[in-house]
């Protein structure tokens, strides 16, 4: 389901421009761009309505905390919820509006301690697997990007896109340190943060399927081509 436009959204975008990060060139600190006295860099791809990624960076004050979101008008209310007060004051937390194609374009390799995806897009038609962001040229990228035991940690009510993703993780000869198909039922769920989609689904009964995979040392799979070429996207 597309998001409804927002009226006045560049207006909107402006008056929260604290929070929003644009770079025309590769970070190799990317906790730098930020601010001092920031630690790791967690990127989160595909924000939604932002209260993840406030809730994140509020309890992990000292990291850098990176959200990317490709829809602008969902960036316009991430923003206003970071502006809000909600949350205090989240000096460490930044929207980047781009598509994740992009990544390498954004950040170096070996640059970012976690990645978090959120409830992706299923991509559910026939030949449309590789959009995926758990598809294994995403993942190949994300172990790039990732430092030396760094994780993916990946949520999603999908049984159907879960089962996709831990296929893919063995496709690339690795194993999950968490999977589970219960996660509020379930040990993990212990200072677990929920997006406004994940309360949504367990007020209706669903179950949230979970992983995290973390990466080996040294292990820096070949990125695909079509991430090395910067995408043009604008939404």
């Known amino acids: 389901m597309r998001m409804r ?48 990624a406030c809730a994140m960076a509020q309890r992990h004050s000292d990291t850098a905390y990176f959200a990317m979101e490709r829809v602008t008008d969902c960036v316009v209310l991430c923003a206003e919820k970071a502006s809000s007060g909600e949350y205090g004051e989240l000096n460490n937390l930044r929207f980047v509006i781009d598509t994740a194609d992009n990544l390498m374009h954004i950040f170096a390799p070996g640059t970012v301690d976690a990645i978090f995806l959120n409830f992706s897009d299923p991509w559910s038609k026939k030949g449309y697997a590789k959009r995926r962001l758990t598809h294994r040229r995403y993942l190949a990228m994300y172990m790039n990007l990732l430092r030396d035991g760094g994780s993916i940690n990946f949520k999603t009510d999908n049984a159907l896109l879960f089962d996709f993703s831990l296929e893919e993780i063995e496709a690339m000869d690795l194993v999950p340190d968490v999977v589970t198909r219960d996660l509020h039922a379930s040990e993990w769920n ?46």
């Open 190 to 235: 212990e200072g677990n943060i929920m997006t406004e989609y994940e309360r949504n689904f367990s007020k209706q009964g669903m179950k949230i399927n979970m992983l995290r995979l973390t990466k080996p040392a040294s292990f820096n799979p070949e990125v695909s081509a079509e991430f090395l070429n910067k995408a043009v996207y604008r939404a």
């Open 5 to 52: 436009k927002k009226k006045h959204s560049a207006e909107r975008l402006a008056a929260c421009e604290k929070y929003l990060f644009t770079t025309d060139k590769v970070m190799s600190d990317p906790a730098a761009q930020i601010g001092d006295g920031l630690g790791k860099v967690f990127l989160e791809i595909g924000a939604g309505k932002g209260g993840f």
